[in-house]
């Protein structure tokens, strides 16, 4: 029995390496872009890259509507950095124009820790992945300043000036972290959201 299918939204973002990460885990990955690939999958994953970049081409795409109704229809989903942004109910310090799925009962700063050259490395223990503590890395990355009653905390900074803050959360099917797993080839949040995947399946 052959794993999952599980899309990587390929507008923008680290798509490349989720697709390799995905496949590590036993998932048949592949890059979505259009309405039709998207009715292929069983999951999907949104990348980091820019928010509101992001933002503007799900609209070119036509794949707004289209990931809405999916979502609200129980797909399993994961947003890696701008993904979680995309994910958010509520954006601060975002672009007037700027628009999310807003599936995520959560409220979360976008480039909270800092800029490009504020990038960062920093153990997260994550609840539900067995071993050491995550090695996470942040790029422009936001951070989860709120979240509604539905919404688990998965993992928060452990040491540091933002030691305390939550990084990485899940409501139902949806997954969501500040950090970019596909970076640090440690495959065991990849594989946690493939399970994910093959349960709603």
Not at 133 to 147: K, M
């Amino acid at each position: 029995m052959g794993g999952p299918i599980i899309g990587v939204l390929a507008l923008q973002g680290d798509v490349r390496e989720h697709v390799h990460a995905l496949i590590g885990c036993g998932a048949d990955a592949r890059p979505v872009r259009r309405p039709e690939e998207l009715d292929a999958v069983d999951g999907l994953v949104i990348p980091g890259g820019e928010s509101t970049t992001i933002s503007k081409l799900v609209d070119i795409f036509e794949m707004r509507e289209p990931i809405d109704k999916r979502i609200a229809a129980g797909m399993p989903v994961y947003g890696s950095c701008a993904g979680m942004i995309m994910l958010a109910r509520q954006v601060l310090d975002g672009r007037p124009d700027q628009r999310g799925f807003e599936a995520i009962e959560m409220t979360v700063r976008r480039n909270a820790f800092g800029r490009q050259v504020d990038s960062f490395e920093a153990p997260v223990t994550l609840a539900g992945v067995e071993g050491e503590p995550f090695h996470a890395v942040f790029i422009r990355a936001p951070w989860v300043e709120r979240v509604g009653d539905e919404v688990e905390v998965l993992g928060t900074v452990t040491e540091g000036p933002a030691a305390g803050r939550i990084v990485a959360v899940r409501q139902g099917n949806l997954l969501a972290t500040s950090f970019h797993p596909e970076l640090t080839g440690d495959l065991r949040l990849h594989a946690y959201f493939v399970d994910l995947v093959r349960a709603a399946a």
